[in-house]
């Protein structure tokens, strides 16, 4: 019951002269008029009982002896002006024992007439005329002391053990003893001073609370201790990945550049590749390499700039950014930050994220990096940023040009076997609860798994296929209830314990046919063999094409013919033949999209075999693109499309010479038992591809098919019958 406290002057007696200093407010003046109706608490006793003034007076009247002359407080409180001279009256004998006129002098009162129509005024401020000396600020300081007290016994009925102004003590404490930017510091300084003008009931304490929560907490200048031990970091990159070399010869820089430098920014690097190539786990390496923490955050479908850059305060709840968030967790302002999925960020009316990445992953911008809640510069600058992608083409260019792209491209069979061999396999029996001479499986069943019951350019089908191996193992140990028992497989066993094969790879002819020629493609799960068949039939000069071809696919077999065409008289064909002819060409496997620049050879090589009869033979495969002048030009996914020639037992390939420098980067456990031959124009195709001679070719006198022969162009006398073909 508030009514219940009355304050008295210390060391006083009750008399006329002496009043209590805080009372019950009266309903009509509100200023310590004993016997009125309880409004609020007596320690508020001078707050107007008409407007509530609640939670006003406490923090005033404890902290008041501390103000110095000139200083003034402000109170934020309406009276009426009747009560103007018992404020003025009630404020002095706060101060001393009884009731001195001579300390009338000691305050001044600032007014402001309100402007609501009525004569109320409101207390702005109050200040001291002049500093309490001696004896006056000791009995001010001991009055405030029993005033601590009282505060105290007041908050412990309200359910509230800690005295909030006690709390807004310690947050200053901390704030000065933290290191972080002086900025900061000011800035979380003047937001503490409000929670000592505000309830700690009120909605915007715990708003201004939690901002000063969040500046305290950051890692600002807290930096970990990183040794960089180059063999170290190496033994841990070979340990946890095998292969991909570009990546952790890239890293193995960054790491000596820093040990030497000691100041060098974190870099920007962005892992672009397939799916399961290990791009994530490859960056938990690279941040175990350097001895940084890890963080991860998925940008697949954000579509808010605010979740880079946060809220700003004015809305309800708002947040800082998930950068800031992370890097509060891990306490430390150097960590590996690895931002996945950057291609597949959306943008709608909220923002666009990629925009907000543009100042987060430039080296030059991110060292006053600006989340909207903090809305003070935070240096990201030692942060070691990595971020993955599978596809480039999303990415806008600004944001691409901002980071060093790393290409982690798809897994050779043989590395797959290796990855299965040396990661895989003792991981799964690990996880299964065998042991390893429970299971033992061939390299040959190895190399089975990830040709018939796998296509991926990663390994997570492949380790999927070997837990169902596993759990096949596990349960006929504990069927015979011998856990001692060793499951061996092996090629033959096989499809008993994975069933049937789930995928065909196309294989070579069995011998030489006319119009049919093998051509190497490349995608994201690895290299194939392309066979291209082209028939002709009487007709009028129509050309079709099918098999789920792509535009650039559909040009490059217009050009071939173009090609063809144009060289009809050195082939020994009638200028005209595309009118008496219509010209089909397809490539098998229709449901299966297909598109590239690198069948244009293997387009004009399959054409002229059909419209000259010549086979074409079944052991060489080609790659390369077409111009219409005939040249070969380079192409791409040159290892992938090495591995699928072969797989496929083919013996020569044929390739533009362009590309002979790329062929460094190809393992010579590839290139065994492969004849690679470079070309820069089509006339050098056709004599490696067709089964003729040149001179059969490039004569007319090789004719397979009826219908060739209708074709050649008709032999006159004193013509050439044997043109030859441009060098």
């Known amino acids: 019951n508030h009514s219940a406290y009355t304050l008295w002057p210390e060391g006083s007696e009750y008399d006329e002269d002496t009043k209590p200093l805080c009372s019950s407010v009266d309903g009509k003046t509100g200023i310590g008029e004993p016997g009125g109706a309880c409004a609020t608490c007596p320690m508020n006793a001078y707050g107007s009982a008409r407007d509530g003034g609640r939670g006003k007076a406490c923090k005033n009247m404890r902290d008041i002896y501390l103000l110095r002359s000139g200083e003034y407080m402000p109170l934020l409180i309406s009276l009426p002006p009747t009560s103007i001279k018992p404020f003025k009256e009630f404020l002095n004998r706060a101060f001393v024992y009884r009731r001195r006129a001579t300390y009338g002098s000691l305050i001044q009162i600032g007014l402001k007439k309100e402007n609501n129509g009525s004569n109320d005024y409101s207390v702005?401020?109050?200040?001291?005329?002049?500093?309490?000396?001696?004896?006056?600020?000791?009995?001010?300081?001991?009055?405030?002391?029993?005033?601590?007290?009282?505060?105290?016994?007041?908050?412990?009925?309200?359910?509230?053990?800690?005295?909030?102004?006690?709390?807004?003590?310690?947050?200053?404490?901390?704030?000065?003893?933290?290191?972080?930017?002086?900025?900061?510091?000011?800035?979380?300084?003047?937001?503490?001073?409000?929670?000592?003008?505000?309830?700690?009931?009120?909605?915007?304490?715990?708003?201004v609370r939690n901002y000063v929560d969040w500046i305290l907490d950051l890692p600002w200048d807290e930096l970990k201790d990183i040794d960089i031990d180059i063999e170290k970091a190496r033994a841990i990159l070979d340990g946890d990945h095998y292969g991909l070399e570009k990546p952790k010869e890239r890293i193995l820089e960054y790491l000596a550049v820093q040990k030497l430098s000691h100041g060098l920014r974190g870099p920007i690097l962005c892992f672009v590749g397939p799916p399961g190539v290990g791009k994530t786990s490859l960056a938990k390496s690279v941040a175990r390499a350097t001895g940084r923490d890890f963080i991860r955050l998925s940008l697949g479908g954000v579509?808010?700039?605010?979740?880079?850059?946060?809220?700003?305060?004015?809305?309800?709840?708002?947040?800082?950014?998930?950068?800031?968030?992370?890097?509060?967790?891990?306490?430390?302002?150097?960590?590996?930050?690895?931002?996945?999925?950057?291609?597949?960020?959306?943008?709608?009316?909220?923002?666009?994220?990629?925009?907000?990445?543009?100042?987060?992953?430039?080296p030059e911008?991110?060292?006053?990096?600006?989340?909207?809640?903090?809305?003070?510069?935070?240096?990201?600058?030692?942060?070691?940023?990595?971020?993955?992608?599978?596809?480039?083409?999303?990415?806008?260019?600004?944001?691409?040009?901002?980071?060093?792209?790393?290409?982690?491209?798809?897994?050779?069979?043989?590395?797959?076997?290796?990855?299965?061999?040396?990661?895989?396999?003792?991981?799964?029996?690990?996880?299964?609860g065998l042991r390893p001479e429970n299971l033992r499986v061939s390299d040959k069943a190895l190399l089975e798994i990830i040709r018939s019951y796998t296509r991926e350019a990663g390994v997570r089908n492949l380790e999927r296929e070997i837990a169902a191996l596993c759990r096949k193992t596990a349960i006929r140990l504990v069927e015979e209830n011998n856990l001692d028992r060793s499951v061996n497989i092996s090629l033959q066993n096989l499809p008993t314990l994975l069933g049937v094969k789930k995928y065909r790879h196309d294989e070579r002819e069995d011998a030489p046919q006319v119009g049919v020629c093998a051509g190497l493609a490349y995608n994201q799960r690895g290299g194939e063999i392309l066979l291209v068949e082209?028939?002709?039939?009487?007709?009028?000069?129509?050309?079709?094409?099918?098999?789920?071809?792509?535009?650039?696919?559909?040009?490059?077999?217009?050009?071939?013919?173009?090609?063809v065409r144009s060289r009809a008289e050195v082939l020994g064909l009638d200028p005209?033949?595309?009118?008496?002819?219509?010209?089909?060409?397809?490539?098998?496997?229709?449901?299966?999209?297909?598109?590239?620049?690198?069948?244009?050879?293997?387009?004009?090589?399959?054409?002229?075999?059909?419209?000259?009869?010549?086979?074409?033979?079944?052991?060489v495969a080609m790659t390369g693109e077409i111009s219409l002048r005939g040249r070969v030009l380079p192409i791409g996914g040159l290892r992938e499309k090495l591995l699928a020639a072969r797989r496929s037992g083919i013996k020569k390939v044929l390739m533009p010479r362009d590309n002979e420098k790329d062929l460094k980067e190809v393992p010579d456990e590839v290139l065994k038992d492969l004849q690679i031959v470079f070309v820069d124009h089509?006339?050098?195709?056709?004599?490696?591809?067709?089964?003729?001679?040149?001179?059969?070719?490039?004569?007319?006198?090789?004719?397979?098919?009826?219908?060739?022969?209708?074709?050649?162009?008709?032999k006159l006398d004193g013509m050439a019958s044997n043109p030859q073909p441009a060098q």
């Open 576 to 619: 005209r033949f595309h009118r008496k002819v219509d010209i089909h060409v397809h490539v098998p496997a229709g449901a299966t999209p297909k598109d590239g620049p690198s069948a244009g050879i293997t387009l004009a090589t399959s054409i002229t075999s059909a419209l000259l009869g010549i086979p074409v033979r079944n052991d």
């Open 303 to 362: 579509r808010d700039e605010a979740e880079i850059r946060g809220h700003r305060r004015t809305y309800v709840g708002a947040l800082p950014g998930k950068i800031i968030q992370s890097l509060k967790r891990v306490k430390f302002n150097n960590p590996l930050f690895c931002l996945d999925e950057v291609d597949k960020m959306t943008s709608d009316y909220r923002g666009d994220p990629s925009s907000a990445l543009l100042e987060v992953l430039d």
């Open 124 to 207: 702005a401020t109050f200040r001291l005329v002049r500093d309490f000396q001696g004896e006056e600020l000791a009995q001010i300081r001991a009055y405030a002391n029993g005033f601590k007290e009282q505060i105290k016994a007041i908050n412990k009925e309200m359910g509230r053990e800690d005295d909030p102004q006690a709390e807004v003590d310690e947050i200053e404490q901390k704030l000065k003893a933290r290191r972080m930017p002086e900025e900061a510091r000011q800035k979380a300084l003047a937001e503490a001073k409000k929670l000592r003008t505000m309830p700690s009931s009120a909605a915007e304490y715990t708003v």
């Open 682 to 714: 089509v006339d050098e195709v056709l004599p490696q591809a067709l089964d003729a001679t040149a001179e059969e070719i490039f004569s007319g006198r090789a004719t397979a098919q009826p219908i060739c022969r209708t074709l050649r162009a008709p």
């Open 534 to 563: 082209t028939t002709i039939m009487s007709g009028s000069g129509h050309v079709v094409t099918t098999g789920q071809l792509g535009e650039v696919m559909t040009e490059s077999a217009k050009a071939a013919l173009s090609y």
């Open 365 to 432: 911008q991110n060292n006053t990096f600006m989340d909207h809640y903090l809305d003070l510069e935070y240096d990201l600058s030692k942060v070691f940023f990595i971020t993955t992608a599978n596809s480039l083409h999303t990415i806008p260019a600004p944001l691409l040009d901002r980071m060093e792209i790393i290409e982690l491209n798809s897994y050779l069979e043989t590395e797959k076997r290796h990855i299965a061999r040396q990661f895989l396999l003792p991981r799964q029996i690990e996880e299964h």
